[in-house]
Nanobody, 114 residues
């Protein structure tokens, strides 16, 4: 089983930065692909960024150049550095482990004020 807990969300002004963390426990492997998703009200969850076991990264066009995904295998922690935040980034962000059946954390709220 896999357990994921996000942290680091909060309120920040437009143009500011936040660093999200995802603490993973259970049956996590270094080869696992992990990612950050976000979900706007009334919409399905969308990919923000992902990172493979070989450290290959992908980003949504809307965040490329502003967000950076990384991981610390020794600490079993996934990170999302969010810079140049915009009000339209405001929503709940979720950590994911990609498997045949995906695992999700409960989410952390990010709010960017004008």
């Amino acid at each position: 089983q896999v357990q994921l807990v996000e942290s680091g969300g909060g309120l920040v002004q437009s143009g500011g930065s936040l660093r999200l963390s995802c603490a993973a426990s259970g049956s996590i492997f270094s080869r696992d692909t992990m990612g950050w998703y976000r979900q706007f009200p009334g919409k399905r969850r969308e990919l923000v960024a992902s990172i493979t076991g070989s450290d290959t990264t992908t980003y949504a066009d809307s965040v490329r150049g502003r967000f950076t995904i990384s991981k610390d295998n020794a600490k079993n922690t996934l990170y999302l550095q969010m810079n140049s935040l915009k009000p339209e980034d405001s929503t709940v962000y979720y950590c994911q482990v990609r498997r045949w059946h995906d695992y999700w954390g409960p989410g952390t709220q990010v709010t960017v004020s004008s």
